[in-house]
């Protein structure tokens, strides 16, 4: 009877994710660039904290900066317990994206995000490792914008990817999938 009540009291504990899982979850590829701000960025250094990939350019006009700004809220939500999630902007778009552009369009956000540029190989390499696409769509004879994967990488802290969120799902649920899984 008392296992039955454990087991019980268990399930109710383990809150499902909002976001699609990784089933088995699996080690979060390693990323190790200079980041926006001139400092050297290794992932695996967050462990203890959830971590969410957003991969984007600061030239979108429509997904990219509704995501931004959906992070940046459920980090406000989350109020004293933001700290417990880090933001990471993985740049689509490295021939446009400077450190230094890249650094102001996400301080426009929340100051706490952190961005990643660097050249088209290096950012092609990442983008393979969490299987995004991005394509260059010409959109005059001088300029282009860049179709690309829209998902949100949730990292536990651990250091293991464990769900992946689509493109316009609220504040709210990012911040119940970031409370469920820092409860781990």
Excluded: W
């Amino acid at each position: 009877m008392l296992s039955l009540l454990l087991a019980a009291s268990m399930a109710q504990a383990a809150e499902p994710l909002k976001s699609g899982t990784f089933s088995p979850a699996r080690a979060a590829p390693e990323i190790a660039q200079q980041a926006a701000d001139g400092r050297d960025f290794r992932l695996s250094t967050l462990r203890g904290k959830v971590v969410v990939l957003e991969f984007g350019f600061t030239h979108c006009q429509a997904i990219c900066p509704a995501s931004l700004a959906l992070l940046a809220q459920a980090r406000q939500k989350l109020g004293p317990n933001a700290d417990r999630l880090q933001v990471v902007f993985i740049s689509v778009d490295p021939e446009r994206d400077t450190p230094a552009r890249l650094k102001d369009y996400l301080a426009k956000f929340d100051k706490s995000f952190i961005g990643l540029t660097g050249t088209p190989e290096q950012m092609a390499a990442i983008r393979k490792d969490y299987g995004i696409t991005a394509t260059r769509v010409p959109t005059g004879p001088d300029s282009y914008q860049m179709g690309h994967s829209s998902y949100l990488y949730f990292i536990d802290k651990k250091g293991m990817l464990r769900a992946l969120m689509p493109f316009g799902r609220p504040a709210d649920e990012i911040v119940h999938d970031v409370n469920v899984l820092y409860a781990e």
